[in-house]
């Protein structure tokens, strides 16, 4: 999952009118490296809210990009797929059972949408999601998997398939609706909320502190621009820009979110966003600083991913720490239920 794709007020509205075909909840519902950087306060484990379950379990219809198919896959065999694709399975088993979890109530969820809003899914065949990790989850089949995998396939695909029976029949929701389960590969030490990525306000998605993300693999990148190259790409993409004779003070950070992420910047006397610097550049999160030296703008970026959610990296942390897979997405997922629902 790299990029956000449904606009979350829409996709949370539809979430509360349209009761989805897999699940329905009673009246009642409340709401790597083996070294860690620090441990996180125990999170209390609720049982899961009671629900009934009114029709049988539906089958995900899965686009795939390069053959332009829709193939119909049960929920076991999606989620093992995507699971596949989305975590290594050299993580424990809780983090991958974490990463079950928010990647069917993620897949559900664009189900649902995709079933209330055709429209939505014309770019993709009419399916329910697509394998296109740019814009949905990633995906791979058991004969990807095999290939990736290698001699490693047969007790690699074993645990994944233990964590996705782990967690089949249960869903994370909120107020009796499933959540948008956004998740990412590693913060630069505190997630994003939503409000301040793409400017929605939604309780479950706020920031919290992943410090131990800080020994993540991909924790800290560069990413060099040549003066030449960075004019050329900010006039293409921003009109109106003006630029002054001292390269160093065409691009000035403006302003950053709580959790450390640029939300705009000055270039060229244009205020733009954080993201759209991010994507213009190729950098790994919004979480970055820049420097000009000898004819090259330096980013340094710490992070990987759009913030929101559920840290990967931090699952991996939090499961060596010894928390369970119910810890870690209530970790992530503020005041969420973990409730019955039908695969």
């Not at 053959?67 to 991958?96: C, F, H, N």
């Not at 695909?157 to 389960?181: P, S, Y």
């Not at 793409?198 to 706020?206: I, N, Q, T």
């Not at 919290?208 to 293409?236: E, G, H, I, L, M």
Request: a negative charge; aromatic letters at 12%; glycine letters at 8%.
């Amino acid at each position: 999952m790299k990029d956000y794709i449904l606009p979350i007020a829409t996709f949370t509205i539809v979430l509360l009118i349209i009761p989805f075909a897999a699940l329905a909840l009673s009246t009642n519902v409340q709401h790597a490296p083996d070294n860690t950087a620090s441990a996180v306060l125990p999170v209390q484990t609720a049982q899961p809210v009671q629900a009934a379950t009114v029709e049988p379990a539906a089958p995900f219809k899965v686009y795939h990009t390069k053959t332009k198919t829709v193939e119909i896959l049960s929920a076991d065999a999606y989620i093992r797929g995507v699971v596949a694709a989305e975590m290594p399975a050299e993580y424990p088993i809780e983090a991958l059972k974490a990463q079950a979890a928010a990647a069917f109530t993620y897949a559900a969820g664009q189900r649902a949408y995709h079933q209330a809003h055709p429209q939505a899914a014309a770019s993709i065949g009419g399916a329910d999601v697509s394998d296109d990790a740019s814009h949905y989850q990633a995906y791979n089949s058991e004969e990807k998997a095999r290939r990736r995998f290698g001699s490693d396939f047969d007790w690699q695909w074993e645990k994944i398939t233990q964590a996705v029976q782990a967690v089949h029949g249960l869903a994370l929701t909120q107020n009796g609706r499933l959540i948008n389960a956004m998740y990412f590969s590693c913060s630069a030490g505190k997630t994003e909320s939503c409000q301040s990525v793409w400017g929605d306000s939604v309780p479950y998605l706020v920031g919290v502190n992943s410090t131990w993300d800080s020994a993540a693999p991909d924790y800290k990148s560069t990413v060099r621009v040549s003066q030449a190259a960075f004019q050329k790409a900010a006039v293409s993409d921003y009109a109106g820009t003006a630029w002054g004779p001292d390269p160093s003070g065409w691009i000035n950070i403006t302003s950053r979110s709580d959790a450390g992420g640029v939300l705009s910047v000055c270039v060229g006397g244009k205020s733009v966003s954080g993201t759209s610097i991010q994507s213009l550049f190729g950098l790994r999160s919004t979480h970055f600083d820049v420097q000009f030296a000898d004819g090259t703008f330096l980013f340094t970026v710490l992070g990987d991913g759009h913030g929101v959610g559920l840290s990967q990296y931090g699952a991996y942390a939090l499961a060596k720490q010894g928390k369970t897979w119910q810890d870690i997405v209530k970790y992530y997922y503020t005041g969420i239920n973990i409730t019955p629902c039908a695969w």
